[in-house]
């Protein structure tokens, strides 16, 4: 469809991979991948496939943050670590996140008080 971004074009004005850092944190989160990560991406990005939805660590741990099942926190933390969790509140995407989200994930990384949520920008 004419107009649409891709998965990973960046937007007009603004670089690849999303805000500061971001492509730094999914540079090495992409090394280490497990098959738990296949089952949890199949579930939670289902119109794409897990090997494509694990070229985009990020976004996979933001779904398991806002969409996400206990068992799939657990699944990412045991492979990657509560670092992946700080690396996505500190470029989360806008529309993804509930407020009630946003304020427990705020609470369980020890980041009070939440900042409003992330907002999208229609210049």
Same mark, same amino acid.
């Given at each position: 469809m #004419?107009?649409?971004?891709?998965?990973?074009? $960046? $937007?007009?004005?603004? $670089?690849?991979?999303?805000?500061?850092?971001?492509r730094? #944190?999914?540079?090495?989160?992409?090394?280490?991948?497990?098959p738990?990560?296949?089952?949890?991406?199949?579930?939670?990005?289902?119109?794409?496939?897990?090997?494509?939805?694990?070229?985009?660590p990020?976004?996979?741990?933001?779904? =398991?943050?806002?969409?996400?099942?206990w068992?799939?926190?657990e699944?990412?933390?045991?492979?990657?670590?509560?670092?992946?969790?700080? #690396? =996505?509140?500190?470029d989360?995407?806008?529309?993804?996140?509930?407020a009630?989200?946003?304020?427990?994930?705020?609470?369980?990384?020890?980041?009070?008080? #939440?900042?409003?949520?992330?907002?999208?920008?229609? $210049?």
């Amino acid at each position: 469809m #004419a107009g649409r971004l891709q998965t990973g074009q $960046a $937007a007009p004005g603004r $670089a690849p991979g999303g805000g500061c850092g971001r492509r730094t #944190a999914e540079t090495k989160f992409l090394s280490v991948v497990d098959p738990d990560l296949f089952r949890v991406a199949g579930r939670l990005l289902w119109w794409i496939s897990p090997d494509e939805a694990l070229k985009d660590p990020m976004r996979l741990v933001a779904q =398991v943050m806002s969409l996400g099942s206990w068992n799939d926190v657990e699944t990412v933390e045991r492979i990657w670590g509560e670092e992946v969790f700080r #690396a =996505v509140m500190d470029d989360a995407p806008p529309g993804l996140f509930t407020a009630r989200r946003w304020n427990y994930w705020h609470v369980r990384l020890g980041r009070l008080p #939440a900042p409003p949520l992330p907002r999208r920008s229609f $210049a």
